[in-house]
């Protein structure tokens, strides 16, 4: 069993920056590859960014590629999202998840686990 607990959401003007955290607690974190999601109010959770299980290859969304960075410390069982240069249409609840294995997974049901998710907002 993995526990997900993300932080670092809040309140921030177009243009500005947030460093998301996801602690993980439970079984071996570098074996597993981390993902962001987020949910906008009315639409569905999309994929944002993914970091693979051993070899540390990121990915992105078209949409945060060049803006946003993944990243994980393995000796902290944790793993961030740099967000920089936000944008209103960022306004999400961000969610980290974590899936057993080291390949990519850009769908929801690719994900076994999952924190609570924290609120971001971009105001113009």
């Known amino acids: 069993q993995v526990q997900l607990v993300e932080s670092g959401g809040g309140l921030v003007q177009a243009g500005g920056s947030l460093r998301l955290s996801c602690a993980a607690s439970?079984?071996?974190?570098?074996?597993?590859?981390m993902g962001w999601f987020r949910q906008a109010p009315g639409r569905e959770r999309e994929f944002v960014a993914a970091?693979?299980?051993?070899?540390?290859?990121?990915y992105y969304a078209d949409s945060v590629k060049g803006r946003f960075t993944i990243s994980r410390a393995s000796a902290k069982n944790t793993v961030y999202l740099q967000m920089d240069s936000l944008k209103p249409e960022d306004t999400a609840v961000y969610y980290c998840?974590?899936?057993?294995?080291?390949?990519?997974?850009?769908?929801?049901?690719?994900?076994?686990?999952w924190g609570q998710g924290t609120q971001v907002t971009v105001s113009s």
């Open positions: 970091i693979l299980g051993i070899s540390g290859r990121t």
């Open positions: 439970g079984r071996i974190f570098s074996a597993y590859t």
């Open positions: 998840a974590a899936r057993n294995g080291y390949v990519l997974g850009t769908r929801t049901a690719e994900y076994d686990f």
